[in-house]
């Protein structure tokens, strides 16, 4: 169901510009995707907010909408995109937790860049009314 009306037969390929990588490579970095694993990919213009609706499935069946709040990961190493809310727009009422600081806490361990995310920290704190 998650991949109608799309092609998914073959496996496409892009190019992410060197100058958007993380890492200085010497190349533009050609990329496959494979939409039998991941489905059709999303085109959103730039300046279009983006948030993503995320249905969880257990193999073939639907199980429910992830409600919950998420981060998306960008497992290619690109740097070029940006927020369209600050934190302060967002409501945090504490910084919230980037790669920079992430990275700044576990220097010096042999973690995984994957690895150190967390723990998760909640900067929205809800009144009861």
Same mark, same amino acid.
């Given at each position: 169901?998650?991949?109608?009306? *799309?092609?998914? +037969?073959?496996i496409? @390929?892009?190019?992410?510009? !060197?100058? =958007?990588?993380?890492?200085?490579?010497? +190349? #533009?970095?050609?990329? =496959?995707? +494979? $939409?039998?694993? @991941?489905? *059709?990919?999303? $085109?959103?213009? &730039?300046?279009?907010? @983006?948030?993503?609706?995320?249905?969880?499935?257990?193999?073939e069946?639907?199980?429910?909408?992830?409600?919950?709040? &998420?981060?998306?990961?960008?497992?290619q190493?690109r740097?070029d995109? &940006?927020?369209?809310?600050? %934190? !302060?727009? =967002?409501? *945090?009422?504490q910084e919230?937790?980037?790669?920079?600081?992430?990275?700044?806490?576990?220097?010096?361990?042999?973690? +995984?860049?994957? #690895?150190?995310?967390g723990?998760w920290?909640?900067?929205i @704190?809800? %009144?009861p009314?």
């Amino acid at each position: 169901p998650y991949l109608s009306g *799309c092609e998914t +037969n073959n496996i496409t @390929f892009y190019k992410i510009p !060197r100058s =958007a990588l993380r890492e200085p490579v010497e +190349n #533009d970095v050609t990329v =496959a995707y +494979n $939409r039998k694993i @991941f489905g *059709c990919p999303i $085109r959103v213009y &730039y300046k279009t907010p @983006f948030k993503p609706v995320l249905k969880l499935y257990m193999g073939e069946k639907f199980i429910n909408i992830v409600y919950a709040n &998420y981060i998306i990961w960008e497992v290619q190493g690109r740097t070029d995109f &940006y927020y369209n809310t600050t %934190m !302060r727009e =967002a409501g *945090c009422q504490q910084e919230a937790q980037t790669w920079k600081s992430m990275l700044y806490y576990h220097k010096g361990s042999y973690l +995984n860049r994957e #690895d150190i995310w967390g723990p998760w920290v909640n900067v929205i @704190f809800l %009144m009861p009314y």
